[in-house]
């Protein structure tokens, strides 16, 4: 099943966010992808409720396929511009919103998971599919892990204070 990805998103970024998922997709086993129809690349995900999310799942209606929103905008906001010339740490970034989406849609599509417990299912699919995604990665990643958990952590309070987005290089 081939799964369209649009892109909607405004904000420039140097490296190929398509590409970047296409390669992410390969990762995932294709019964977890049934069902879903697009992966839509957006500034920031239109929820009413929450739009600092980096990622949102829509659930099929009637005809209408599974859809997946990415916030690049939100990701990427604040992150240093050499970032983006490492591509390992900015594919990672977007794989651990990636899979989290996919995680959810794996729980909806084939398993009985409790309103209570998808957001801890979709964690634990999200860090099964980085270990899958990135395992030679992770050979080398060890000793940088502490960076890398830092960028995340500034990344991530970026993202509650800032209001600029990525353009303001």
Known sequence: MKIRIEKKYQVRIPINIERLVRKLLV???EDHLVGLGSIILVDQVTHKRDKKS???YWQRKGQELAKI???VNTIYRGMPRFIFYLPFIAKFML???LYHE???HSQYSTHGITKEEEENFAEKYRKEMLKKAFFLWRLFLLPISPLVRWLT???KGRSKGKKTGITAF
């Open 27 to 29: 990762k995932v086993p």
């Open 54 to 56: 980096e990622g949102l």
């Open 69 to 71: 929103e990415i916030g």
């Open 95 to 97: 794989a651990t919103v």
């Open 102 to 104: 996919i995680g959810h």
């Open 153 to 155: 952590r500034s990344q």
